[in-house]
């Protein structure tokens, strides 16, 4: 096993097409329409939501104890892991909206607010892997699995979940 | 296999986690500091995606080193002895059976340019290997059995739920069990006349591990666990369901899962119903 984290050479969670876009040409008028409409959010629901809610119909382990208070205890010291947090219960959060209000009005601000945490976190994420700085925290891990289940919790026009560019 | 888009979802879905785990030191595993606590509770809960990765996609898992494997007997005879559970002991077998299975498949393609006596010699060999597995994976059953009783007995005085972690071992135990047989019944290696012997399972014990893959699954659903750790089994047992009963039941548990936030889900329906269309006699639409 190697004595020493190799220097990550590689983008291993693609940041979200739809956001890609907004970074890379001038804003749309509708997306401005959209970002001026949005309230902000008061992201201690979706906190709330996240341990209350989500967890407990996602069991992971045994009671998802030591689960609830490591991510508990991670988080305040981990953006990365906290807004991997949001955009998990934002995006389940709203799918579970959808499936019982269909018309509701809330949705797009839900999905938006989603895809925003979720690129921050990766954001952060990608930072910790260049400053080499993602093996000693077990945050990283925990944000990067969140990652992961917000990719395939998300239909595949939210997210790409093609090659990144590492086998 | 794959999803609708051509693309290995799952295979992706921990990429970046298990890149990041690799690059933990295998001692992590048995450090007693609160970090490696932390990382401790992180691999536990989380190995079995990794595991399912591998055996889904007949891919190698670095859980299959040597020094992994080698960590993880000292975590369960030192400092981790307190986390142990047979769900554990199971988990710890399966990087072995993907590994073999690697194995097999490689001898499949090459064999087509061996020599005859070659490719009986592996054949032999594989069979020998896969056998020893099988020998331990129905041990385990027997011990788990013994343990549950021992456990309940232990617990009967204090209020206790379901043990889902039992559960969820009892049906990757199912899983695996086709999924070793798998590896060589699917291959004229084993099941032509005169073959070396094979784990092989005949079709009852296959529709019986079928059938408790789907009812366990129905429990663990209704317990709230997690729905990404039955796409495994349930992929295995859908290989091998031939009753349009037990069919529709594997569509409504991925069904149940995607409508419950895993919109990948999906991806194994189509998978399944793509599967199940080339089946000339039990033709079949998805809803």
């Known amino acids: 096993m190697r004595s020493q984290p190799r220097k990550a050479a590689f983008v291993f969670v693609n940041q979200p097409k739809r956001l890609k876009t907004c970074s890379q040409s001038p804003v749309s008028h509708s997306e401005l329409q959209i970002a001026r409409t949005i309230a902000p959010r008061d992201v201690s629901n979706d906190l709330q939501y996240f341990f209350t809610s989500f967890l407990q119909m996602n069991i992971l382990a045994d009671n998802n104890l030591h689960v609830e208070l490591d991510l508990q205890n ?13 955009a998990v219960s934002a995006l389940h959060r709203n799918k579970q909206a959808q499936f019982l209000l269909p018309s509701s009005p809330d949705c797009s601000q839900g999905s938006y607010f989603a895809l925003q945490s979720y690129s921050k976190s990766v954001q952060s994420v990608q930072s910790l892997i260049e400053r ?3 093996t000693r925290d077990p945050s990283t891990l925990w944000s990067t699995f969140l990652l992961g289940l917000f990719e395939v919790c998300s239909p595949p026009s939210i997210c790409s979940c093609g090659s990144n560019g590492n086998s | 296999m794959r ?5 290995n979802w799952l295979s992706h ?3 970046g986690t298990c890149a990041i785990l690799q690059l933990q030191h295998p001692r992590s595993l048995t450090g007693q500091d609160d970090l490696s606590t932390q990382k401790r509770t992180f691999f536990l809960t989380t190995r079995i995606f990794e595991i399912s990765r591998s055996l889904i996609y007949s891919e190698p898992t670095f859980l299959s080193e040597p020094v992994w494997l080698e960590s ?6 030192g400092t981790g002895a307190s986390l142990w559970h047979p769900k554990e002991a199971l988990f710890d077998m399966l990087p072995r059976i993907s590994a073999l299975s690697l194995r097999s498949m490689r001898f499949c393609r090459a064999s087509v340019e061996m020599p005859v006596d070659s490719q009986l010699a592996e054949a032999q060999a594989l069979a020998a290997d896969g056998l020893l597995i099988q020998q331990e994976l129905v041990r385990w059953w027997t011990d788990t059995a013994d343990w549950a009783q021992y456990a309940a007995g232990k617990k009967s005085d204090l209020p206790n ?3 889902t972690e039992l559960l969820i071992a009892h049906i990757y135990y199912h899983a ?12 004229g290696h084993w099941v032509e006349p005169d073959a070396p012997r094979a784990p092989i399972l005949s079709q009852s014990q296959i529709d019986w591990h079928l059938h408790e893959i789907l009812r366990e699954s129905r429990e663990l659903l209704s317990y ?9 089994p349930l992929r295995v047992a859908g290989a091998r369901a031939q009753s349009l009963y037990d069919r529709q039941t594997i569509l409504s548990f991925f069904s149940s899962t995607a409508h419950r936030g895993y919109a990948v889900a999906d991806a194994f329906i189509e998978d399944l119903s793509d599967l199940w269309s080339r089946d000339t006699d039990f033709a079949f639409k998805a809803n």
Do not use: C, Q
């Not at chain 1, 305040?76 to 949001?86: N, T, V, W």
């Not at chain 2, 993880?72 to 005879?77: E, H, I, V």
């Not at chain 2, 695996?176 to 291959?187: A, C, N």
């Open chain 1, 74 to 86: 991670m988080m305040h010291g981990s953006s990365a892991l906290r807004d991997a947090i949001y």
């Open chain 1, 132 to 134: 080499n700085e993602f």
């Open chain 2, 3 to 7: 999803d609708s888009t051509g693309t």
């Open chain 2, 13 to 15: 879905f921990l990429h």
């Open chain 2, 72 to 77: 993880l007997k000292k975590l369960w005879s």
């Open chain 2, 161 to 163: 739920g379901p043990d």
């Open chain 2, 176 to 187: 695996i069990s086709i999924y070793l047989s798998g590896t060589y019944d699917y291959h």
């Open chain 2, 224 to 232: 709230g666990i997690a729905g990404v750790f039955l796409f495994f």
